[in-house]
């Protein structure tokens, strides 16, 4: 199994950036394929990002292209978001999410601790 803790967040202006971290415990993280879900108020969970376990594979939802950016180190463990050019659009809860298993780019079996919240105003 994989524990994840997020970090980063906050509040940011339209049109700013912000950076999510997430840092992983457990054994074989590069096993894992991992990415960053989001849910905005009144509205389901969507994947807007996933990447493979060896990061030669990547994934971004449509309203997020050219605008996010996943990465992943695995020698430490970590996986990156960086958000650019934000928008009201983009406030939701951001959650790290790992999975070893079938499913790509969308289901997920471990889940970040701890919410990230963003506000874009």
């Known amino acids: 199994q994989v524990q994840l803790v997020e970090s980063g967040g906050g509040s940011v202006q339209a049109g700013g950036s912000l950076s999510l971290s997430c840092a992983a415990s457990g054994q074989a993280f590069s096993s894992y394929r991992v990415g960053w879900v989001r849910q905005a108020p009144g509205k389901e969970r969507e994947v807007v990002a996933s990447m493979s376990g060896s990061g030669g594979t990547k994934y971004y939802e449509d309203s997020v292209k050219g605008r996010f950016t996943i990465s992943r180190d695995n020698a430490k463990s970590t996986v990156t978001l960086q958000m650019n050019n934000l928008g009201l659009e983009d406030t939701a809860v951001y959650y790290c999410?790992?999975?070893?298993?079938?499913?790509?780019?969308?289901?997920?079996?471990?889940w970040g601790r701890g919410p990230q919240v963003i506000f874009s105003s």
């Open positions: 999410a790992a999975s070893a298993g079938s499913g790509w780019p969308r289901n997920y079996d471990f």
